[in-house]
Each structure stands twice: as structure tokens, then as C-alpha cells.
């Protein structure tokens, strides 16, 4: 079946725009996850949803990110005034459920802040 | 809170020998462990579990890893290192909360597997 679908695979911006990033999770997964990958390093923690509610954003790194989930399917995040700190390769999975199921991950989206 | 380290950024193996990737761990309670493998410019794939039973639980592609609870080790292993197994491998670890069931998942900074033919 499908996987995990991020739109876009690259985005490019400039410095201080804004930007939204699209996570189409497995159907029927109830968790999603966001992490954010940057060169060299394992995934970092962002936000966690059971449904459509925030279940766990403490991985957020300022008031600039923000995520949504309006429909607990597919989850969009934003981000505000970029910076060219936040460039990274940003993460999407899901899991049927919040227990031991492994984490679902898809290809990524590839933020360059210029 | 919950981490894990690897520290071997890099391993190299000759192929046909046995490889082992490092993991420690540190999580309040009963950890739920993980090991995931990425391919350059892909999403991370799981490769194996341990939730609870016998320490030694196998995988995909071959793998296999030992749950050590007195080492709070979760080493990767395969008998016999093929070229296609060179990757980035992490290992990641969930504890249990009440509220959700769930911690979040923790990940290593990753171990770069190189086979060497």
C-alpha cells in the first residue's frame, strides 16, 4: 500500500518567509510524528499528534513552528520568519496506534533557507 | 529523560565478516528499543523491535539485536556483512508514559555502516 507522502521532496526560500511543509500519512494511522534531520545527525524530535490534537510538542524549537492536524489524517507544518538555522531535511511518520508499532517514516522534505 | 548514544560514527566491515553496530540506552521504566536503517536521500526504514520476551529478536534483511537490561545495550548484528547493507543505522528508544501510552521516540546520531568488498 501507500506510504508516508511529503510534499514538497525540496523547498528553497528565502530568508524570513514563510513556509508550509504537507505530511500525507498511511491511511488509517492515528499517530504522526515530525522530526527534523540536519547533516550528520540522527532525527530530532519536533511534535507528536494522536488524532488531531498536539499529543507532545515539546520538541518545537521556538514560537516560529507551528503544526496542524485539523482532520487527524493529513498534517501540515509551518514555519514563520525562516532562518537559515532552520534548514534541515524535515521528517514525517506515522503508526497505527500509540503503543509498540514501529514508526512509519516517509522520504522528507529538504528546507534550504538562502 | 530518554537518550541514546552510539558511539562509533563509523564501522567498517569486510564482507562475509560478522558486523556489529553499537547502543546504549537511558529510559525511566521498560524501554521499547528500535533499530532503523536510511539510504542516502530516503526516510528512515525499520529494521527491528524489542518490546518485551526473548533478548535476541530478528529483523529484515538478515539483522538481528540483543537486548542487554543490565547493560542497557541494544547492539545490531549480522553473521555475514553484505555491500548492500552500507547505510546509516540508528538506534532509538520509546519509554512509557501514562497519559498516551507513549513517550516519543529518541534517536541516536546514527552509525555509518561501510562494507567493504
Known amino acids: 500500500g501507500a506510504g508516508v507522502s511529503q510534499t514538497p521532496s525540496n523547498k528553497v526560500t528565502e530568508k524570513g518567509k514563510y513556509v508550509e511543509l504537507r505530511c500525507d500519512p498511511i491511511s488509517g494511522h492515528t499517530a504522526l510524528y515530525w522530526y527534523r534531520q540536519s547533516l550528520g545527525q540522527g532525527p530530532e524530535f519536533l511534535i507528536y499528534?494522536?488524532?488531531?490534537?498536539?499529543?507532545?510538542d515539546s520538541g518545537l524549537p521556538n514560537d516560529r513552528f507551528f503544526a496542524v492536524r485539523p482532520e487527524g489524517s493529513v498534517s501540515t507544518l509551518k514555519i514563520q520568519r525562516t532562518e537559515r538555522g532552520d534548514s534541515a531535511v524535515y521528517l514525517c511518520a506515522s503508526s497505527p496506534d500509540f503503543s509498540n508499532s514501529p514508526l512509519h517514516f516517509g522520504n522528507g522534505t529538504r528546507l534550504t533557507v538562502t | 529523560a530518554q537518550s541514546v548514544a552510539q558511539p562509533e560514527d563509523q564501522v567498517n566491515v569486510a564482507e562475509g565478516n560478522p558486523l556489529t553496530v553499537k547502543c546504549t540506552y537511558s529510559?525511566?521504566?521498560?524501554?521499547?528499543l528500535f533499530w532503523y536503517v536510511q539510504y542516502p536521500n530516503r526516510g528512515l526504514q525499520f529494521l527491528l523491535k524489542?518490546?518485551?520476551?526473548?533478548?535476541l529478536v530478528k529483523g529484515s534483511y538478515g539483522f538481528e539485536a540483543e537486548f542487554n537490561k543490565s547493560q542497557t545495550s541494544f547492539h545490531l548484528k549480522k553473521p555475514s556483512a553484505l555491500v548492500s547493507d552500507s547505510a546509516l543505522y540508528f538506534c532509538?528508544?520509546?519509554?512509557?508514559?501514562?497519559?498516551?501510552?507513549?513517550?516519543?521516540?529518541?534517536f541516536g546520531t546514527g552509525t555509518r555502516l561501510t562494507i567493504i568488498p
Open positions: 532509538a528508544v520509546r519509554g512509557l508514559i501514562s497519559n498516551f501510552g507513549n513517550e516519543k521516540l529518541t
Open positions: 524489542y518490546i518485551t520476551g526473548d533478548n
Open positions: 499528534f494522536q488524532g488531531t490534537g498536539a499529543a507532545d
Open positions: 529510559v525511566s521504566g521498560n524501554p521499547y
